[in-house]
């Protein structure tokens, strides 16, 4: 087991990850996101989600746009700029919390920067859109790179690996490089299996399992387990219902080091941990 204390640079400021777990909060302010879908999509909703996710303990609020359900169709650019902008731009003003942007989009991450946000969590790793590594480079901001096979749209069709933990980690690191070729210092990177983006639940399982080995990375690990099918398929129970899985997945993961946790129940995790 490793409980390394890793570095990570954030708008100019060093923090050192691992000794206190940080909470990454969940606001998807979008008609269909699997677990909350249509209940942030009114901007002073979501902001006041956002500042009670803050005061129970998140570290971060992940702010998106976009539903990356398995299934689910992209936004046009546009529509998830309306979404999101006046959320950011209100939660600027009212937290000091860090405020990141979930969006594989670089005219979406820039909008986002610009009014005050201080990364970019994309679920393609920069692979979604040319632009976005530069983006990211450019604004100084900080990034979480995830791992996802295939698209939402296709992921879940059947996927396979003939070594799960060594395929991630191998395009972790890749990942990893090609930023830091486009100009974003690894300082600056997070890394993150993408529990349910192409993994069937026991993949999911054994990443959970084994997750200590991506601290061979040298990135703090970010997982995102909250409120997923995968933990449904056990409880046999929908996504509102699935707390004691989401908090089974948190404690766990921190006895294995894991650095962040983006979890939709901030309240019930943070007690938990
Ligand atoms: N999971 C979701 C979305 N973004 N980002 C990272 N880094 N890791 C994750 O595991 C992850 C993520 C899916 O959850 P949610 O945002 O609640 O749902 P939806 O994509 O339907 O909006």
Redesign the pocket.
Known sequence: MTHETLPLRIRGQRFDLGGRVWLMG?V?V?PD????GGLYLDPARAVDRALEMAFEGADILDI?GE???PG?QPVPETEELGRVLPVIRALRKKTPAFISV?TAKAGVARAALDAGADMV?D?TAFRGDPAMAGVVARAGAAA?L?HMRGTPATMQDDPRYDDLVGEIRGFLAERVAAAEAAGVPAERLIV?P???FGKTVDHNLELLRRQAEFHALGRPL?L?F?RKAFLGAILDRPPAGRLEGTIAAAVLSVERGAHIL?V?DVGAVARAV
């Open positions: 969940v998807n979008t996101s699997f677990s909350d998106g539903s990356t359900r689910s979930d969590n679920t979480v995830m993150d993408g529990l349910g970010l995102g909250s983006r939709h």
